[in-house]
């Protein structure tokens, strides 16, 4: 695949305006054509969803340019849609085309990003649609698709666990995408390939049985398709606490590795037409919680702070990580040295060592730390239910209530794994601003990056894949169902020109970029 370079210099003479944009690229079309002057602009080409003997493919990006001697006006066929101010319902199809016209001077040219222009009923967004703000995704995992099991066409999924075509009540196959997982019950299937749904008989899904660690199973008629959005690098019910769970029940949430992914965008974006399925490029937010933790409760400490403790001598304390039964960790103090910088190096090598060879803190994680003047152990996921809890130990002897160690009574409350916030205060012109910092944001063009990681999305399926904190749990916001939802097939459906001089054609060449 080749590369492409797009500039745009502007000059004047206080300044200079320079702006270098480089991709990826295929040219999938590449056409010069002479026009007149027509009353109608001559249509030079058509795009569609796939590529076919008079259409192409909608592209990556589009170039216009008059290569002739006089102007000439290019005329974009688009898809109208009615919107309006709300962002709690879909946009649907108008019933009239819309035409935007360009005047093109001689030798001069139009770039355009992407294909996706549309043209609007109102003076309101195409991108708005349905917006979710801040969503937790449901702890089941799954969501109904509003799709049921029929019998009517054909009964085998109710009496053969191996048969592959899934049948439909009539129109229920254009809820699913080919690609998409959905789970029958307890089993979870692939969707291979899509039935037409025009018709009962085409209400079919071709499907691959029994995956993720579930068993296929037959299936009486009427049981719904779920959409499922479980961690799919791990079996659908995996409750395990660095693997699709938080140690005893499944939980929407990124793995010990910081990963995740998932098909359908947890359940959204799905209509039963297929009109404005899919997300809106952009509007993808994605904002994790905090980790819990709990401080000693101390007040101008630093590394060479004096504990109080003795040295040379073996203490026990009792830590719990995000719940169930702590463990003791126990360290020995140097023969000399027992500021808090090295006794907290101690303490962490105990926890990290909990890790492998822990009952109850294996495979959990958690860092001790000097944090404000203040000693903080911190948990290492960031779950909801995330938490720290400093204990007395079973046996052995507690440093706790030593020296300057405040005793287990006097320790700070527990802090719970939280939310941060949408919004922050200046604290100089106390206006209110979005706290991007918070989030992982989406830049329209299938990319996350922003706090925690990175990680990708298809805007016309919802699958998400994340490389982000380890054990997190997050919420979600984005728009969907709307007119610029999914992927490329709402947009520019043709490109015509003319010429403007009645006396003489011109020439346009048409450059796509896929």
Do not use: W
């Not at 500039?7 to 480089?22: A, R, V, Y």
């Not at 249509?43 to 493919?57: N, P, R, T, V």
């Not at 129109?171 to 749904?197: N, Q």
């Not at 601003?433 to 925690?452: E, P, T, V």
């Amino acid at each position: 695949m080749a590369q492409y370079t797009k500039e745009i210099k502007l000059t004047t003479p206080n300044s200079e305006f320079l702006k270098t944009i480089t991709g990826n690229y295929e040219v999938i079309f590449d056409k010069i054509m002479r026009v007149d002057n027509t009353n109608r602009p001559i249509q030079l080409i058509q795009y569609a969803d796939a590529a076919g003997s008079d259409k192409q493919q909608f592209p990556k990006a589009i170039l216009v340019e008059n290569t002739g001697n006089v102007a000439c006006e290019v005329g974009l066929q688009i898809i109208e849609f009615t919107v309006d101010n709300a962002t709690d319902s879909a946009d649907t199809i108008s019933d009239e085309s819309h035409f935007v016209m360009f005047l093109v001077p001689a030798k001069e040219c139009i770039y355009f990003a992407n294909s996706r222009m549309l043209g609007a009923t109102d003076n309101f967004g195409c991108g708005l649609g349905v917006e979710i703000d801040n969503a937790v995704p449901d702890s089941n995992e799954y969501v109904d698709s509003g799709a049921n099991v029929d019998h009517a066409t054909s009964a085998t999924i109710g009496s053969d666990a191996t048969h592959t075509t899934l049948n439909l009540e009539n129109g229920h196959s254009k809820f699913f995408k080919a690609g998409d997982l959905i789970r029958l019950e307890d089993e979870i299937c692939r969707v291979t390939a899509v039935g037409t749904g025009l018709n009962l008989a085409n209400s079919t899904l071709t499907i691959e049985r029994g995956l993720f660690g579930s068993t296929a199973a037959t299936h009486a008629d009427e049981v719904a398709v779920r959409l499922p959005f479980f961690n799919m690098h791990h079996d659908f019910d995996d409750t395990s606490y660095n693997g699709g769970g938080n140690g005893s029940a499944t939980v929407v949430k990124t793995n010990g590795s910081g990963r995740f992914r998932a098909m359908n965008f947890f359940g959204n974006a799905r209509t039963s037409d297929a009109i404005v399925d899919g997300l809106v490029a952009g509007s993808v937010a994605i904002k994790f919680y905090e980790s819990g933790y709990q401080e000693f409760g101390l007040a101008g400490i630093t590394p060479s702070t004096k504990t109080g403790l003795a040295a040379s001598t073996t203490y026990t304390i009792a830590l719990n990580i995000d719940g169930g039964s702590p463990d003791d960790l126990s360290f020995t103090t140097d023969s000399s040295d027992v500021t808090f910088g090295n006794v907290i190096g101690k303490i962490q090598s105990a926890i990290n060592d909990k890790f492998t060879t822990g009952t109850n803190l294996k495979g959990k994680k958690a860092t001790i730390a000097i944090i404000d003047g203040d000693v903080r152990i911190t948990s290492g996921s960031r779950l909801s239910t995330g938490a720290i809890a400093i204990t007395a130990p079973s046996s052995g002897t507690t440093p706790l209530g030593v020296g300057i160690i405040p005793a287990v009574g006097v320790l700070e409350k527990s802090v719970s794994g939280r939310l941060p916030d949408d919004t922050f205060q200046d604290p100089i012109t106390f206006a209110t601003k979005k706290n991007i910092n918070a989030f992982l944001l989406d830049d329209g063009m299938g990319n996350l990056s922003g706090a925690g990681g990175t990680g990708t999305l298809n805007y016309e399926t919802g699958e998400i894949n994340l490389n982000a904190y380890p054990n997190a749990e997050f919420v979600v916001s984005a728009n969907t169902k709307a007119g610029f939802s999914g992927g490329a097939s709402a947009g520019i459906q043709t490109i015509g020109a003319r010429s403007c001089n009645q006396k003489s054609d011109t020439q346009v060449r048409i450059i796509s970029l896929g």
